[in-house]
């Protein structure tokens, strides 16, 4: 069956650094693209971005632009986030998604979200 | 960028009762290469990632419950829950993929009255 497991809970400290995995397992990697969505404590859903998991391509919110890099590695079928320059807002729960099929959009498959806390 | 605007933020219906969510995007987002509303609404539960309930605008996933249906084209578009059930509480979020950044709605919590 299709999964994505995400790595462990993260804390850092402001201006630190964090990367978050997203391990995909029961279909064809380089066959979807990766979103990643994070959510501040109690609040909403926000796109931070997407990846080709094909090629590379990427794109990002423009408000994380510049502190943000997510890249691929197709041997071990892992996508990484990497947010820079951590500040306290964001701490939030970071997920991975993929869409449900190939163009259809929707995200029909999430991993199971990674906390990161952002505190001195 | 498109703003998706949820109304209302919370909603409080009975059992057995229709819920109905609207969402609103500054513009369209229907596709006219093949016609399709980019648009789908998510459930989230508390603790839990989202799940995806309608793509399309209109189509439901597969394994959603038929109570759940979605509507609308181009700017407006609503998501009604028939016969409301205790499980359906949750946070509903719409969001549209015609753009990115494929931005989501506020969001609407429902709750049971």
């Known amino acids: 069956q299709i999964q994505l497991v995400q790595s462990g809970a993260e804390v850092k400290k402001p201006g630190a650094s964090v990367k978050v995995s997203c391990k995909a397992s029961?279909?064809?990697?380089?066959?979807?693209?990766i979103t990643w969505v994070r959510q501040a404590p109690g609040q909403g859903l926000e796109w931070m971005g997407w990846?080709?998991?094909?090629?590379?391509?990427?794109?990002?919110v423009q408000k994380v632009q510049g502190r943000v890099t997510m890249t691929t590695d197709t041997p071990t079928s892992t996508v990484y986030m990497e947010l820079r320059s951590l500040r306290s807002d964001d701490t939030a729960v970071y997920f991975c998604?993929?869409?449900?099929?190939f163009g259809t959009g929707g995200l029909g498959y999430w991993g199971q979200g990674t906390l990161v806390t952002v505190s001195s | 960028d498109i703003v998706m605007t949820q109304s209302p933020d919370s909603l409080a219906v009975s059992l057995g009762e229709r819920a109905t969510i609207n969402c609103k995007s500054s513009?369209?987002?229907?596709?006219?290469?093949?016609?399709?509303?980019?648009l789908a609404w998510y459930q989230q539960k508390p603790g839990q990632p989202p799940k995806l309930l309608i793509y399309?605008?209109?189509t439901r996933e597969s394994g959603v419950p038929v109570r759940f249906s979605g509507s609308g084209s181009g700017t407006d578009f609503t998501l009604t829950i028939s016969n409301l059930q205790a499980e359906d509480v949750a946070v509903y979020y719409c969001?549209?993929?015609?753009?990115?950044?494929?931005?989501f709605g506020q969001g609407t919590k429902l709750e049971i009255k």
């Open positions: 998604a993929r869409d449900r099929f």
């Open positions: 029961g279909y064809t990697f380089t066959s979807y693209g």
């Open positions: 990846i080709s998991t094909y090629n590379g391509d990427t794109k990002y």
């Open positions: 513009q369209s987002v229907l596709y006219s290469s093949n016609n399709k509303n980019l």
């Open positions: 399309w605008a209109s």
């Open positions: 969001q549209q993929y015609y753009n990115t950044p494929h931005s």
